[in-house]
Every structure is written in C-alpha cells, then in structure tokens.
C-alpha cells in the first residue's frame, strides 16, 4: 500500500502538465448482428480533417454512428480517430481540441484490456511542474494499471466525461464527474448501445446524470446505475450564523478556495502555446462574471503571464424586433462597458479587451436551428434564449475599440471562463428572495443536484461546438464544498459574494447589481413583436 501510494503523489504531481478536450462517440453493437465489425484503427490530423470538411463515413459502423460524427470534430478540430474492435463488436471516434502539447491521441488502447476516451481537466492540490510529456489521460492510463475501474474514476477529481471499456470483463464504464461540467449523452436500442458528448436532435439519447458511474455489461447487455463517484455528496447547510459573527473569515475563506480554482484552471493554459495564449471570459458585466475575471487577472500577474496574455470579455447583445432596440441597447451592454472600464483601473497590468458581439435579427434567424439542434433533448423557449447568446458570445466574433477607433475582433482564446454556478450557490435567484429558512435550504439544494441537467448539458454543447473549451471557477468540487456548508444567511442574494467582491476585490458598483438572467441582459429572449411566448414554452422540434 505505501509503494502504491508513492506511486499515486509522483502521478499527482504531473497531471496539470499537459491536457485536452475531446469529443467522444462510441457504439457497442448487438452480437448477433449480421454485420461484422474488423478490428481497425485510423487517424485524422487537423488539415485533413478541414480538407474532408468533417464528412467522414465508416461502413463498419451505422446511418447513426456517422450522423454524430461532424458533431464530435467540432468538439476537437486539431486530431480525431476512428477505432474499430472485432472483440466487443465496437467503433469509437474520437477528436481532440489541443489546449497543450504535446498531446495523447485518443481513443487510447490500455495494456491490450481497456480502451479509453476522455474529455477534460483533473485538477490537484500539487505543485505543479510543467517538464515532462505526461498529460490527464496518460495519468488515468496509469492508474488503470494498478486498480479496478470504479476505484479509477473515483480518483478524478476535475471537469471530464468518459468512457473506459473493459475488454477483458465485457464492460463499458462512462459518465460526468460529481457536478456534470462535460456533457455526455447515451441510447439503448435494443441490445445496441450509443454513447456520445452530443446528439443533437437525435431521438431518445437521455443526457447522464453527474457523478453517475454507468456500467453496461456487454455480456448480458443491461445497464447498472447503481454506483457513484461522491462517497460525500453535497449537503446544504441549515445552519444560521446571527449576526454574521464570523462574516470576516467566511468571506477570506470563500476568496482563498476561489483564488485556487482559478489557478488550477489558469496555470494549466500553456503559456508558450500561442493559440492558446489569450485567454476568454464570458461576459455579462455583472457580479460572478467580474469575481471571476478579477481573481484571473490577479492570478496572471502573480504567475507573471499577464504580459502577452490578452484577457477577452466576450460580451453579447442581439437586435430585438419586439423592443426595436439594437445590441449596443442591451442592459448586459450597457453594463459590461462600464464593469470594463473598472477593471481596467484595478488591473493596469493586465491586457484587457472587451469584445462586443453584435448579433443582427437575420444571423440570429440563421442560426436558431443550429441551436435548438445542438441543445436537444432541451426544448423550451427559455433553454433556446439561453443557449443562443452563449453559441454567439463563445464563437467571439465581435468588435474592439482602439481609440475612438471600433474594429472587427475575432476571439483568439480556445479556454473560456464563466461565472455560472454562483446563483445556485449563493441564493441569486429572485424566486429565493422570500423563502423561509426551511424552503431556501431545500431550493438550494435542488439548485446545485440539478445545475447538471438544468445548464451544464446545454451549456457545454453549444460552447463546445466552436472547439474551445469552458472551465468553472465556481463549481469546482472544493469550492461547492465550502459554501453549501455556509450558514444559510450569508446566501441570501448573494450576501458572502458581494461582501467579498466588494472588500477583497475592489469591485465597488458591481457588488451591488442586482441578478439579471442573460436571455435578458443580452435581449435574446422573446424576439419577435407577436411574440407571446413564455420561457416554459416548448419549441416546435421534428424529430429525425
């Protein structure tokens, strides 16, 4: 056991080096299917992939397999591969997005038993080396070596979605980590069993629930639900602390967890990398967005990567034919401007743009299917509004002022910030204003259990459909720890967020704005003049 544990430290150790996300499909067929599967390996580098413009079709697969394929290319424009194994009648694609070099290609074949594909980031507590070739994937590889596959993934600790398949026990182990960051989504035809980040507007995938370790036996073809990767799941405090006697260290402390996720989640960004050098945060202007974006400039100027390093806030408004008014209008615009300009003053270290992406009333028409196809099996009004300001905002096709001078910017970052999280965790919700102690507990705690299916899903399909990669500051594992065991009366809109955003931050006027949801802040809600529609209204979706 001390050998063993030894042998775990050194691997911590190593695990920020080198990373990457991927997109991951995979398809266990029937036994006793007519059609055989050959065992068969090809790849697909990032010029062939752009040259075969990512319509790549395997007849030892399905109509379906090759359906979901360019879905999963954009995931990972930079590597994909096509794997095929005659033992357990399988075919895995895999892609891969570079955020460091050099990487490991995937999908990877362990010691002739497992093949694994995954998605993601580990994060530890290490200090980190950035010498050597070692990478996430390369760190699970090993501990494949040494224990059972459930004991594996219990060891991850990050942002990732996998599947780990068992040639010798004729097993397929895939799944989201504790809180869901990576999307991942599977279907049961029959005896046949489909498992893939995105389906789009494929009928009958059921997105998987987090922290869910799912287990299909290939021998008698049934699905185990049963295990977990949280031995302690998140437990909501009912706790009050009266008269906020220990405000002082509950606020440093909540500034101290957040200052290491972002860390984790800044130093692993290579930083001789150059697509990857800028780094991008999704915008609004408001309070999570601005914690986020200030502990990240804080963050580079400690590690000394804020020289070259550009900070984009990408900020997004729409044309608005029901309101006649136009991007530069929206609330979310008028405020970001101003976030900005603060920022800036507390930050002149820092290379700070904001990138204002204008979207017209016809590119948004022009691009309404695309998402309302990527975020299925979602399919209310309210999913699409949402959905569609984070597809354009993440593509960062924008403008920059330069002076008195605005020109066009294209987002250059392929790693994106975002606040999301911190409403669930700190009572922002307007509906939590006026719960009791008893109702706000409960609401809480069906906030942060369901953030998974409510945004995560959605969030990361859209997102991840430009080939960047979206990290969540607010919902790593350490930090949701800490504050659900808060008292309950420093979440009330916000109160231990805005306290420190305001003392430990400097973030004066932004501490202070009050919750405003982006479909509104962005005006990508209720477009249209006849529009009468409410968010729980479902769309009109044909299924394919």
Request: aromatic letters at 10%; a negative charge; charged letters at 25%.
């Amino acid at each position: 056991m001390v050998i063993i544990q030894r042998y775990f430290d050194q691997i911590f150790d190593i695990i920020e080096r080198y990373r990457q996300m991927c997109g991951i499909l995979a398809y266990f067929r029937d036994p006793s299917s007519s059609t055989e599967v050959n065992d068969e390996f090809q790849e697909y580098d990032e010029q062939h992939l752009s040259s075969l413009n990512q319509s790549l079709c395997f007849e030892s697969s399905t109509e379906l397999f090759n359906k979901l394929i360019p879905y999963i290319v954009r995931r990972g424009p930079n590597y994909a591969s096509f794997r095929a194994l005659s033992d357990v009648n399988a075919t895995f694609f895999s892609s891969i997005l570079s955020l460091r070099t050099p990487f490991t290609k995937q999908s990877v074949l362990v010691n002739d038993r497992y093949v694994l594909q995954y998605n993601g980031e580990l994060y530890n507590d290490q200090t980190l080396d950035y010498e050597g070739s070692d990478n996430d994937t390369a760190f699970i590889m090993s501990l494949l070596s040494l224990l059972p596959v459930e004991d594996v993934i219990k060891k991850c600790y990050g942002e990732f979605a996998y599947t780990i398949t068992d040639l010798v026990e004729k097993k397929v182990y895939f799944g989201r980590d504790s809180v869901g960051k990576r999307s991942l989504s599977y279907r049961i035809d029959g005896k046949d069993i489909y498992i893939t980040s995105t389906s789009g507007k494929c009928a009958d995938f059921s997105d998987c629930l987090a922290g869910v370790i799912y287990i299909y036996d290939l021998k008698t073809r049934s699905l185990d639900v049963s295990k977990s990767i949280n031995d302690h799941p998140f437990k909501v405090s009912d706790q009050v602390d009266e008269g906020l006697r220990n405000l002082e260290y509950y606020k440093s402390e909540l500034y101290n967890k957040l200052n290491q996720a972002v860390y984790q989640r800044v130093v692993s960004i290579h930083p001789l990398h150059l697509e990857n050098n800028n780094i991008s945060v999704l915008f609004s202007g408001g309070l999570d967005c601005s914690v986020v974006t200030a502990i990240l400039c804080e963050q580079l100027i400690k590690t000394r990567r804020n020289t070259n390093t550009v900070i984009e806030l990408l900020n997004v408004g729409f044309e608005n034919p029901r309101t006649g008014k136009m991007p530069a209008d929206s609330p979310d615009r008028i405020l970001a401007l101003k976030s900005t300009e603060l920022l800036k003053r507390l930050y002149p270290g820092c290379n700070i743009k904001l990138i204002e992406v204008d979207v017209p009333y016809e590119e948004y028409l022009s691009k309404r299917e695309t998402v309302v196809d990527l975020i299925y099996p979602k399919n209310t009004e309210m999913d699409l509004s949402i959905a569609i300001a984070f597809y354009f905002a993440s593509r960062g096709r924008g403008n920059v002022m330069e002076g008195s001078n605005r020109i066009k910017y294209n987002r250059t970052g392929i790693v994106l910030f975002s606040g999301l999280g911190a409403d669930e965790l700190y009572g922002g919700y307007h509906k939590l204003a006026n719960k009791s102690e008893e109702e706000l507990t409960v609401e809480l705690q069906r906030q942060i259990e369901g953030i998974h299916d409510r945004n995560l899903n959605r969030d990361d399909k859209v997102i991840s459909d430009h080939g960047v990669e979206v990290r969540y500051p607010f919902l790593d594992e350490e930090v949701i720890r800490f504050s659900v065991s808060l008292p309950l009366n420093y979440k009330i809109n916000k109160n231990i967020l805005r306290v420190m955003a305001r003392d430990l931050l400097g973030l004066e006027f932004i501490s202070d704005e009050p919750k405003r949801a982006i479909q509104f802040g962005a005006r990508s809600a209720k477009m249209t003049k006849d529009s009468n529609k409410k968010g729980t209204d479902l769309l009109k979706i044909p299924t394919q």
